[in-house]
Nanobody, 120 residues
Framework: QVQLVESGGGLVQPGGSLRLSCAASGYIFRISAVSWHRQAPGEERELVATINSGGSTNYAESVKGRFSISRDNAKNTVYLQMNSLKPEDTAVYYC??????????????WGQGTQVTVSS
């Protein structure tokens, strides 16, 4: 069973920075893609950034140039560095691990979420 634990959220002023961490249990971390998603009140959950097992990354247009996703396989951890934060970045941030299955397809595992609030 895979467990994900997010940390690093909090209150920050506009223009500030935060680094979120997603620590995963289980041996499958190294072969899995991991993504960060966020959900603001009254909004649907949206994809923010993804990193695959080889380290390739993708970002939502709204965060390109401000956010950076990275992974440390030795620590089974994925990070989301968030710079130049804006009030519209306020949301609960979730990490998701996509475990590849032997015959194709994937299983998704979600963390509990961490609140990020950008406000003066």
């Amino acid at each position: 069973q895979v467990q994900l634990v997010e940390s690093g959220g909090g209150l920050v002023q506009p223009g500030g920075s935060l680094r979120l961490s997603c620590a995963a249990s289980g041996y499958i971390f190294r072969i899995s893609a991991v993504s960060w998603h966020r959900q603001a009140p009254g909004e649907e959950r949206e994809l923010v950034a993804t990193i695959n097992s080889g380290g390739s990354t993708n970002y939502a247009e709204s965060v390109k140039g401000r956010f950076s996703i990275s992974r440390d396989n030795a620590k089974n951890t994925v990070y989301l560095q968030m710079n130049s934060l804006k009030p519209e970045d306020t949301a609960v941030y979730y990490c998701c691990l996509q475990r590849p299955l032997p015959l194709g397809g994937k299983n998704d595992y979600w963390g509990q979420g961490t609140q990020v609030t950008v406000s003066s």
